[in-house]
């Protein structure tokens, strides 16, 4: 399963924003990459660094079979792209960043949007591609890397941008239990202690699996509990990952 379109932009606001606005003249899997955008954000409403060296891309989704699912079968869809390309594994930091060597590789957010009684779905990535070690230092995220900082290649945005439109194409039609396994097989957060972050609240638990529609199992001393994506965010107790 290919996706329909490849549309390259040298700048915009936001790959995601410009999918929305555009949505209408495009068909299913219809994907945009752009060498540079402005105004993008992460999940948590974090903002999206602005950086040439970056691969933004987005995919739509028209009325997936399983759009609860979309964001832990991009990460999938990520992680088999690049593996290709780097030629060793990758690690998902529940629920969607994509992990290299300890550094954040990658960053996903799916938006919805409505299209009639149906709901489509915009696939958000941004894959860190040729930024150096100063740039995550100064902009304050020492977590991060990419491609060159962490193995020193790159890659052809164009080719990895349409491999992982496909892949993402591909796990839209899948129901997570088709690829539950292979999502907790490479899962960095599974027995871990974790720092569970709220809007307005901390606590610390266990991370013992991912439940059948994608939460994180936790316990504490106290209970076990389910986690979703959301607005939560999750860490480690001694760093990101």
């Given at each position: 399963?290919?996706?329909?379109?490849?549309?390259?932009?040298?700048?915009?606001?936001?790959?995601n924003?410009?999918?929305?606005?555009?949505?209408?003249?495009?068909?299913?899997?219809?994907?945009?990459?752009?060498?540079?955008?402005?105004?993008?954000?992460?999940?948590?409403?974090?903002?999206?660094?602005?950086?040439?060296?970056?691969?933004?891309?987005?995919?739509?989704?028209?009325?997936?079979?399983y759009?609860?699912?979309?964001?832990?079968?991009?990460?999938l869809?990520?992680?088999?792209?690049?593996?290709?390309?780097?030629?060793?594994?990758?690690?998902?930091?529940?629920?969607?960043?994509?992990?290299?060597?300890?550094?954040?590789?990658?960053?996903?957010?799916?938006?919805?949007?409505?299209?009639?009684?149906?709901?489509?779905?915009?696939?958000g990535?941004?894959?860190?591609?040729s930024?150096?070690?100063?740039?995550?230092?100064?902009?304050?995220?020492?977590?991060?890397?990419?491609?060159?900082?962490?193995?020193g290649?790159?890659?052809?945005?164009?080719?990895?941008?349409?491999?992982?439109?496909?892949?993402?194409?591909?796990?839209?039609e899948?129901?997570?239990?088709e690829?539950?396994?292979?999502?907790?097989?490479?899962s960095?957060?599974?027995?871990?202690?974790?720092?569970?972050?709220?809007?307005?609240?901390?606590?610390?638990?266990?991370?013992?699996?991912?439940?059948?529609?994608?939460?994180?199992?936790?316990?504490?001393?106290?209970?076990?509990?389910?986690?979703?994506?959301?607005?939560?965010?999750?860490?480690?107790?001694?760093?990101?990952?």
């Amino acid at each position: 399963m290919s996706a329909a379109e490849l549309i390259c932009l040298a700048e915009t606001t936001s790959t995601n924003t410009w999918l929305k606005q555009h949505r209408g003249e495009l068909s299913n899997g219809a994907a945009i990459i752009a060498e540079r955008q402005t105004a993008g954000r992460g999940r948590t409403g974090h903002e999206w660094l602005d950086a040439e060296g970056m691969l933004p891309l987005s995919v739509l989704l028209r009325s997936p079979r399983y759009p609860q699912f979309i964001t832990l079968g991009a990460s999938l869809a990520v992680c088999e792209a690049v593996e290709l390309l780097i030629g060793e594994p990758l690690g998902i930091k529940w629920p969607n960043d994509i992990i290299l060597r300890g550094h954040k590789l990658c960053g996903i957010l799916c938006e919805s949007t409505a299209n009639g009684d149906s709901i489509d779905i915009i696939c958000g990535v941004g894959v860190n591609i040729s930024q150096s070690a100063d740039y995550f230092y100064s902009a304050g995220i020492p977590h991060g890397g990419s491609l060159m900082s962490v193995l020193g290649i790159s890659a052809d945005r164009e080719q990895l941008a349409r491999a992982i439109a496909d892949n993402i194409l591909r796990y839209s039609e899948k129901s997570f239990s088709e690829y539950r396994d292979e999502y907790i097989s490479r899962s960095v957060t599974i027995g871990k202690e974790v720092r569970i972050i709220l809007p307005n609240a901390e606590r610390t638990a266990f991370a013992e699996g991912i439940s059948e529609n994608g939460h994180l199992l936790c316990y504490s001393d106290t209970e076990r509990f389910e986690v979703s994506s959301g607005e939560v965010s999750v860490r480690g107790l001694l760093g990101y990952v």
